[in-house]
């Protein structure tokens, strides 16, 4: 299979990157990835994104962005991409389903995926009350205690969600302040069922089958505590999907994709890169749908431009 442009990654970077290369006919395949519709089909309610006033459903606004994509000609491959050659003429990318796709410019938005602790308790009990997602899992635990890590406004969302179903949640922050907005924090805050512990980090995940609590341990006292939980959820912020990339794209020391200033631009002629993958600082789901947007103008430009050396190189030899 050969194409004009190849998104790789389905969040909003990717949909609105397809949208515009749609639009500009360059009937972008757009390989949707491990999770079709990136993170916002793991959260509730996004409430700002504009023009929703009244908010709307993660799930719901991606499955929208990908019928806007769809109905200007976007082909959608519920397929993972495993390995890629960006550095050759044409690109070449790699499927677990066993296609081989080769493209004239390639996107790059394949989002970011949520940090763990790093404790063995973790893979151990993934699934038996260790999850990343509230709104996946949360209802498991409806009317027992839980724990919610992180001080962001991942973990404020997590909190205040289980609150409207579990006994109490206690929100795990290893500093003295967080670092959600002002907004989140005076709502947790006022939340009665929300328990925020300053200053403690998470030293273990107790039990065996499934989760019986956590050990946590003052920063500043060195008081080691234990805390009875049915569910641990980790909410820790995220790290950026580059490891097919490595190698080939320039990476930050995070890991992110570097992209040359006011562009989306990479290292490597005819590859593009939107949305969290190269984004450390603002993720959000407009900022990625913007950068989307500047990939898909970057793309069709270059796109356009060597058609155009193409096209002159022929008649000067001819
Ligand atoms: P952030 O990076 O913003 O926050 C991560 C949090 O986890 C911080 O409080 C950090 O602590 C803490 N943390 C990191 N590592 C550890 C660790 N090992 N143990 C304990 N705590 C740890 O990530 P988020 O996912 O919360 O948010 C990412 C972006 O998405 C932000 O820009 C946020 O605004 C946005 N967002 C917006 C939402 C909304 O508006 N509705 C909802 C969710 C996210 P420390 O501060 O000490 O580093």
Redesign the pocket.
């Known amino acids: 299979m050969k194409r004009p442009l190849v998104i790789v990654g389905s969040g909003p970077a990717g949909y609105t990157a397809a949208i515009y290369a749609a639009r500009a006919g360059l009937e972008p395949l757009l390989i949707a990835g491990p999770e079709p519709g990136g993170q916002l089909t793991k ?1 509730s309610e ?3 994104f504009p023009g929703y006033p009244e908010g709307v459903l993660g799930p719901q606004m991606m499955e929208e962005l990908r019928k806007q994509a769809e109905r200007f000609g976007t082909q959608v491959l519920y397929d993972v991409v495993e390995k890629v050659e960006l550095r050759t003429h044409p690109k070449r990318l790699w499927t677990l389903g066993g296609e081989e796709i080769q493209a004239e410019a390639v996107i790059v938005a394949t989002g970011s995926s ?2 763990w ?2 404790l063995e308790a973790e893979r151990r009990l993934y699934g038996a009350g260790v999850s990343a997602c509230a709104v996946c899992d949360g209802y498991f635990f409806r009317g027992q205690p839980v724990a919610v ?9 997590e909190a205040l969600y289980l609150s409207k179903l579990c006994s109490q949640v206690h929100l ?4 003295d ?5 002002q907004i ?1 924090q005076a709502r947790v805050k006022a939340n009665p069922n929300i328990h925020i512990h300053w200053n403690v ?2 030293e273990d995940i107790l039990g065996e089958k499934f989760v019986e609590g956590v050990r946590l341990r003052h920063t500043r006292t060195g008081e080691v505590s234990e805390l009875a939980v049915r569910a641990v959820f980790v ?4 790290q950026p999907n580059t490891a097919i990339f490595a190698g080939q794209l320039e990476l930050d020391d995070q890991g992110y994709i570097l992209t040359q200033p006011k562009s989306t631009r990479t290292n490597l002629e005819g590859v593009f890169a939107a949305g969290d993958v190269q984004d450390p ?4 789901a407009v900022t990625a749908a913007g950068s989307g947007c500047m990939a898909a103008l970057d793309a069709e430009r270059w796109l356009s431009e060597k058609a155009y050396l193409l096209s002159s190189r022929a008649s000067s030899s001819s």
């Open positions: 959260t996004v409430e700002n949520p940090r602790l790093g890590v992180g001080g962001g406004d991942s973990a404020c969302e795990l922050v290893r500093r302040q967080m670092r959600a907005s989140m980090v998470v909410a820790i912020g995220h600082v603002y993720r959000q």
